[in-house]
């Protein structure tokens, strides 16, 4: 039973620090923004772009996760409220309601496949590796791990929507990267930087 709660608790502690507002991404575009402004601009479109296809993935592709599926089966429900799922075992662990009330607000509860809770750490990773920092490396393949083990643990995501996350994080960063240097888009960034 200790085991279990511990385990409640660093699912809930990833979980939490990516919905936070001062979750990981935040904290390095904010650090990245005071140190790299080049970095911070491609970190930031990179991530508008991965959450732009991950958007259109959810709503070409709208997918349940597992909580709903062991409540529902496959059945469809009009209008299902969110669920804070594994989730709340942090929440009783603490005596609070900060999971339950955050996800039973959730605007659409068929977006599980891409993760992009899980698509985040990999952006964090993929614009870190430019920093050549081995610890700043490796705090975001933890934060990885985290976050997709807690995903997946508090049963609102299979492995396979983490995997689509990690690809949609790669597809935003790649597709980005291309544009930022093989075409014009490249000479505005370079304006828009001087300018911030």
Known sequence: MVVRGRVDLSAGSAVWDDDAPGSMPLVFAFWLFRNDKPLFVRFSYGFLFSNLIGFCIYYLYPAAPPWYVEKYGFDLQQVPLGNAAGLLKFDEFFGVSVFENMYK??????????????????????????????????????FITGVWFAAVYTRHHYLIDALAGGAVASAGYLLFSYLSEKTRVKYWLEGFVRRI
Do not use: T
């Not at 599980?112 to 975001?140: D, M, Q």
């Open 105 to 142: 607000k959730a605007s659409n509860v068929f977006a599980a496949i891409p993760s992009l809770h899980s698509a985040y750490p990999v952006l964090c990773f993929l614009f870190g590796r430019h920093l050549k920092s081995v610890w700043l490396n490796l705090a975001f393949l933890i």
